[in-house]
């Protein structure tokens, strides 16, 4: 069974600067890999799906590249309301989750 | 516009039974397959079980594997959870989602994400 590794577990930064969330395969995966937001109290939405591609109606500021074993989630310029939980997910395996919270 | 609405959850002593409910809309629900999520307080996501468009097939995480049964009833646009003989560690927020799908000829075959997600419904287990 795949195992996905984030990286780091919480991430401090302020509004306005760049944001890079790594999730990392046990096996390669090709480019079959998801990503959601959740903030507290809330379902997660899907972001990016297929390493790379967005979600219906996610804003142009969050990206997904890599492939393989190896993915990351870039919020080019952070919003006060991208202040949530991001995990990544591959079938039936989530990624334990990366914080990203304000410094 | 999709909507997936849970409902069932509450307070159970440890070995008893729930069923949750999943009220679907907004899409052609006997068109997806369809998954079980939850995620225990303050912990990360963890999928519960999966189902076929027409319930002919069926998957389970190990944890719960014969003691929780999923099931739809694509009439009444509806999933289903029955969970029997509850622990502790089954304590969460059951989210209903939605299993995205490609179409290629005239086929259409289930991808590996979920594309849409209900709101959740909270299971507590406890004396």
């Known amino acids: 069974e795949i195992v996905l590794t984030q990286s780091p577990a919480t991430l401090s930064l302020s509004p306005g600067e760049r944001a890079t969330l790594s999730c990392r395969a046990s096996?390669?995966?090709?480019?079959?890999l998801a990503w959601y937001q959740q903030k507290p109290g809330q379902a997660p939405r899907l972001l990016i799906y297929d390493a790379s591609n967005r979600a219906t109606g996610i804003p142009a500021r969050f990206s997904g590249s890599g492939s393989g074993t190896d993915f990351t989630l870039t919020i080019s310029s952070l919003e006060p309301e991208d202040f949530a939980v991001y995990y990544c997910?591959?079938?039936?395996?989530f990624g334990q989750g990366t914080k990203l919270e304000i410094k | 516009e999709v909507q997936l609405v849970e409902s069932g959850g509450g307070l159970v002593q440890p070995g008893g039974s729930l069923r949750l409910s999943c009220a679907a809309s907004?899409?052609?629900?006997?068109?997806?397959?369809m998954s079980w999520v939850r995620q225990a307080p303050g912990k990360g996501l963890e999928w519960v079980a999966n189902?076929?468009?027409?319930?002919?097939?069926?998957y389970y995480v190990d944890s719960v594997k014969g003691r929780f049964t999923i099931s739809r009833d694509n009439a009444k646009n509806s999933l289903y959870l029955q969970m029997n003989s509850l622990r502790a560690e089954d304590t969460a927020v059951y989210y209903c989602?939605?299993?995205?799908?490609?179409?290629?000829?005239?086929?259409?075959?289930?991808?590996?994400?979920?594309?849409?997600w209900g709101q959740g419904t909270l299971v507590t287990v406890s004396s």
């Open positions: 989602a939605r299993v995205s799908m490609y179409y290629y000829g005239s086929g259409s075959y289930a991808r590996y994400y979920f594309d849409y």
């Open positions: 907004g899409f052609t629900f006997s068109s997806y397959w």
């Open positions: 189902i076929k468009q027409d319930g002919s097939e069926k």
């Open positions: 096996q390669s995966v090709s480019s079959y």
């Open positions: 997910q591959q079938r039936r395996t």
